[in-house]
């Protein structure tokens, strides 16, 4: 299995934007299905906390656009949540597609295919999460199968702190005075600059001091090609097989 630990300088790895949310439901068991059978290596996905403290997988800090129900995801229990149409919005076919539960993807991702959990986290915060991520993660034996990013670099650290063993990775969408210094101040092992900010110097700088490189976006396939030329690590898609048919057969 693919080990995102490390450099991986010479192949390119694919991660499923939110599993494969150009043909499912975004965050949903039947993304991760899609981007899975679509080729990609690593599946994307967001979580939030419930107000009933429980890790679930959604983008938004609010259910209202991907679900047929209202309100933020930090007021509502799981109970509540799970009680939620995901599916119909995005098609009639997958009426009733339910918001996962963390343990149930980190349950059905074991032994086949690498997670990337994204800690969502803005003028919405919440407090131990990481804590509970890092538990959670140890209960189903996954502690070496995941990367574990966020835009929010203290909450890396933090997991970093609680568990240096597992990979994580710190996302920004900015042109930083130097990315690598971010990177170690967060204890971060990979760099996900948004794809505008990448450059063949930065991969080079990264991986000479043993980070892996793994720009996000775009979907466009001549911008792709561009990346992979850099020597980046991983790339980002949200139809995965579009990607896959580019960079060819897993290696």
Known sequence: ????????????SIVGHRGALASAPENTLPSCEEALAQGADVIELDIHMSLDRELVV??????????????????????????????SRFSPAFKNTRIPHLREVLEWAKGRVWLAIEIKSDWITYDGIEAALVDL???CEMVDQVMVVSFDHCCIKRVKDIEPNITTGVIYNARFVDP???ARSARADILRPRWPFASAGEVKAAHAEGFAYAPWGPNDASIWRQLVEMGVDTLSADRPADLRAILGPRQ
């Open 58 to 87: 959604v983008h938004d800090f609010t259910v209202d656009r991907t679900t047929d129900g209202t309100g933020y995801v930090k007021d509502l229990t799981l109970a509540e949540l799970k009680g939620l149409d995901a599916g």
């Open 180 to 182: 690598l210094m971010v």
């Open 1 to 12: 299995m693919l080990d995102l630990r490390k450099s991986t300088t010479g192949f390119v």
């Open 137 to 139: 993660l140890h209960r």
